[in-house]
């Protein structure tokens, strides 16, 4: 089993920014690609971005693309999503997720292990 905890989240005026972290334990000797998604009040989840074990491949969801930031450290087990000149728009519960020996994916279904989330609200 794999556990994911996120942080980071909070609240932030539009044109602020904040850094998400996800820490996996557990299995934390596999390899795998790491995705964040968000969910606002009233919508379905959505992908935000994604990346690879070996940090060389990433994919953005295209409103995001530019503003935010998806790294790795494999050394310390921690992805980070860096989130700058945040939008309303922006507000959601973020939800780190882990895909075991996977590629990159926006597809939900592709991930094995999800967070509990964590709230972040843009002020306008």
């Known amino acids: 089993q794999v556990q994911l905890v996120e942080s980071g989240g909070g609240l932030v005026q539009a044109g602020g920014s904040l850094r998400l972290s996800c820490s996996p334990s557990?299995?934390?000797?596999?390899?795998?690609?790491m995705g964040w998604f968000r969910q606002a009040p009233g919508r379905e989840r959505e992908f935000v971005a994604a990346?690879?074990?070996?940090?060389?491949?990433?994919q953005y969801l295209d409103s995001v693309q530019g503003r935010f930031t998806i790294s790795r450290d494999n050394a310390k087990n921690t992805v980070f999503l860096q989130m700058n000149r945040l939008k309303p728009e922006d507000t959601a519960v973020y939800y780190c997720?882990?895909?075991?020996?996977?590629?990159?994916?926006?597809?939900?279904?592709?991930?094995?292990?999800w967070g509990q989330g964590t709230q972040v609200t843009v002020s306008s």
């Open positions: 557990g299995r934390t000797n596999s390899r795998f690609a």
């Open positions: 990346i690879d074990w070996s940090g060389d491949n990433t």
């Open positions: 997720a882990a895909r075991l020996w996977g590629a990159t994916s926006s597809v939900m279904g592709d991930y094995d292990y």
